[in-house]
């Protein structure tokens, strides 16, 4: 038998926020941890990497995505957990991209398993873990490629494609909306995790945004249990095609981020 992980703290934060774990998610999310730190011995995969870190700022940071999902997708919803019972039942696409070892992707799938989940990143060894973290969790219809965004953007079977754009700590909002919005559907919402600068960064990336097809519909203020760090998610609603030069070749949204003066 494996030694069994203390997840207390994981187990408050959620229950804190309304989205109690069962068993099976609880065990999962013990195989995660274990696995992530046996692996970051070896591997760098992450600079968060001890118990509490890893449940607080990966999983628990992760997990809060789903407040502002549950009021977008299920806004006649009462209660957080009348919400969730709807949200679980829902087959939406999404992608992760940059999801380094899976935050905040591989945590939304094992809270909402009727998720069809891609997830994009860009370092082998860190693809190399996702998958072995799939296949350990029995996960279904959760790919993990490696590739960079921009080429994402521009292949035929994701562009448009998913209902759900997430990314946490990937690059600046400028940036990052060129990475995340050629992906989206029309009508689709684009998620960024973000800390303090996000409203600064949206007000950056006012042109970016609109040459892209989208708007911003707002900036969420999240309070993530047990961590005393600012969280705000900006949500944007594509509402028009992106235009085929978006996006560009790999290294040049970051190298001139669209609609920057500089
Ligand atoms: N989202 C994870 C990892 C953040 S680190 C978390 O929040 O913990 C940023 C990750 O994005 C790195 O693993 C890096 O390899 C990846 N990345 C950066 N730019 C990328 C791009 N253009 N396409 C795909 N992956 C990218």
Redesign the pocket.
């Given at each position: 038998m494996p030694e069994m992980l203390n997840l207390e703290l994981l187990e408050k934060g959620a229950r804190k926020l309304n989205l109690p774990l069962s068993k099976g998610q609880l065990e999962m999310f013990e195989t995660y941890q274990r696995e992530l730190t046996k692996w970051n011995e070896k591997f760098n995969l992450?600079a968060?990497s001890d118990s509490e870190g890893i449940q607080t700022?990966?999983f628990l940071?992760?997990m809060s995505l789903l407040l502002p999902l549950l009021s977008a997708l299920a806004p006649e919803a009462k209660t957080v957990p009348e919400a969730y019972k709807r949200l679980a039942k829902m087959k939406l696409r999404a992608i992760?991209?940059?999801?380094?070892?899976?935050?905040?992707?591989l945590v939304l799938k094992i809270m909402w398993p009727a998720l069809e989940l891609s997830l994009?990143?860009?370092?082998g060894k860190?693809v190399q873990f996702l998958r072995h973290m799939i296949r350990e969790l029995g996960l279904e219809d959760v790919e993990a490629y490696h590739?960079?965004?921009?080429?994402?953007g521009q292949d035929g079977t994701h562009r448009g494609s998913y209902d759900l754009v997430m990314?946490?700590?990937?690059?600046v909002l400028p940036v990052l909306v060129e990475?995340l919005m050629p992906l989206a559907r029309k009508g689709g919402l684009v998620l960024a995790?973000k800390g303090p600068s996000a409203s600064e960064e949206v007000l950056e990336s006012e042109t970016a945004i609109r040459i892209l097809g989208g708007e911003v519909q707002k900036v969420v203020d999240v309070e993530v249990p047990l961590l005393a760090e600012e969280r705000r998610i900006v949500i944007i609603r594509k509402v028009a095609e992106t235009p085929e030069m978006y996006p560009r070749r790999?290294?040049i949204?970051?190298k001139r981020p669209l609609g920057s003066k500089k």
């Open positions: 992450t968060v700022k990966h940071d992760s992760d991209v940059g999801t380094g070892p899976g935050f905040p992707g994009v990143e860009a370092t860190k590739a960079r965004a921009e080429e994402m990314a946490r700590a990937v690059a990475y995790m790999p290294g949204p970051q």
